[in-house]
């Protein structure tokens, strides 16, 4: 569906998707790596569970929220990747109390 109009001649990096090895250029987003190889949901809606795709890639419509090195609500049309990043599908909305001590 989605593909590259020209294929970069940066180097090649590798990151982990939803434990999954996924091969990418420096320089581009996590969003459009992710484009690229086929995998077009990044998140899954608080109310229903309906899965959402990066819709605006600019980082004004929240869609394509992800979680990146434990790190959740981070925008993949907005964070490029790097070598050995480790990336997971967002469920929902992350518990905002989750990582505080009682």
């Known amino acids: 569906m989605f593909e590259r109009l020209d294929e970069p001649s940066g180097a090649r990096v590798v990151f982990h998707f939803e434990g999954e090895v996924v091969s990418a250029f420096a320089g581009e987003t996590i969003?459009?790596?992710l484009l690229a190889q086929g995998v077009v949901a990044h998140r899954d809606t608080v109310v229903?569970?309906?899965p959402r795709?990066?819709?605006c890639m600019?980082?004004?419509c929240f869609d394509c929220l992800v979680e990146i090195d434990g790190v959740a609500n981070r925008q993949a049309c907005r964070v490029r990747v790097r070598d050995g990043m480790r990336v997971r599908r967002q469920a929902g909305a992350p518990d905002?109390?989750?990582d505080r001590a009682p």
């Open 96 to 98: 905002p109390l989750a």
């Open 53 to 55: 795709a990066p819709y």
């Open 48 to 50: 229903s569970g309906r």
């Open 31 to 33: 969003a459009a790596a």
């Open 58 to 60: 600019i980082g004004v």
